[in-house]
């Protein structure tokens, strides 16, 4: 009977040894870095990572520079993905804006599951939508008494709320990066000027997500509620040129600016450049 117990464990863990993937895989989602578990992974049978991790060789699948296997994904929303796969639950925080593209996701990683239970969420939020708009309607059309005056009466409404008007909320995000540059040999033409390695926007929450939507990055302070503030946002491009024009256009002008100065490296041989590095921020307000 022990040698029977024995050479059962001895096929199971045959079968384990089998898999060409490793008991503990790191990925690359969207530049986020994971790790997880192998059956992790292939929790949910015919899924994309099922499918990815049980029927595909290592081989096939892309890899970053550091071996890593890379999915060109959204990488905030992925720990979601990967949280329902641990155990099967969805759990998600009160404040929690991204459902539409969690769903989506959850769509493309093919796990059935998880996409209906977001969908009853979104159906409910929809369904009070558009019963405050179907009321809004029909008293607009009581006081109106016509078709004119009320499509007029409900592009005013429209106007009143946009975020271009009065009633945005007032307040400051500041804007910070820390960069370098360098004076090329003998200040030469092909100097290279502001190296921007990354944006941080500093705030009220909901104001950072208000101005610069889907291109904040959150993933280093997730689930913050709306009225709290952070310092901890970065944004997912490195023009300051393009935070400026987006701070311009919902109303948020420059009040301050400040910046410090160093030199990382210099040198007594002609043939170095010299390297400057440089942290500045800029205070931007609406009132």
């Known amino acids: 009977m022990a040698l029977a117990d024995t050479d059962t464990e001895r096929g199971i863990s045959g079968a384990e040894s089998e898999s060409p993937f490793s008991e503990v895989i790191e990925l690359n989602v969207g530049g986020q870095v994971y790790v997880t578990r192998h059956t992790t992974l292939v929790a949910v049978p015919d899924s994309l990572l099922w499918t990815m991790f049980s029927k595909k060789a290592p081989k096939d699948l892309a890899r970053d520079n550091k071996g890593r296997f890379f999915l060109d994904r959204d990488g905030f929303l992925f720990r979601y993905i990967l949280d329902y796969l641990r155990d099967l639950n969805l759990v998600l925080p009160d404040y929690f804006p991204e459902q539409s593209r969690l769903q989506r996701e959850a769509e493309f990683f093919q ?30 059309a009581l006081q109106c008494g016509s078709g004119m005056e009320t499509w007029r009466m409900m592009s005013a409404m429209s106007s009143a709320r946009s975020p271009s008007l009065e009633s945005r909320k007032s307040g400051y995000i500041t804007i910070g990066y820390r960069g370098s540059y360098t004076i090329g040999r003998d200040i030469q033409t092909d100097a290279k000027f502001r190296r921007v390695s990354r944006i941080t926007v500093c705030g009220k929450t909901s104001l950072a997500k208000e101005v610069f939507s889907d291109t904040l990055n959150e993933s280093r302070d997730p689930d913050r509620p709306p009225e709290r503030y952070t310092s901890r946002y970065y944004l997912k491009f490195n023009f300051l040129e393009q935070a400026f024009d987006k701070l311009t256009e919902v109303g948020f002008h420059m009040v301050a ?9 210099t040198s007594n041989d002609a043939n170095e450049d010299t390297i400057l590095t440089s942290y500045t921020e800029y205070v931007f307000c609406r009132d």
Do not use: F, V
């Not at 600016?257 to 490296?265: F, I, K, L, N, V």
């Open 111 to 140: 796990l059935r599951d998880l996409s209906t239970r977001i969908s009853p969420r979104r159906s409910k939020e929809n369904s009070i939508r558009e019963d405050i708009c179907q009321s809004e309607t029909e008293e607009g």
């Open 257 to 265: 600016c400040s910046s410090t100065g160093t030199c990382a490296y």
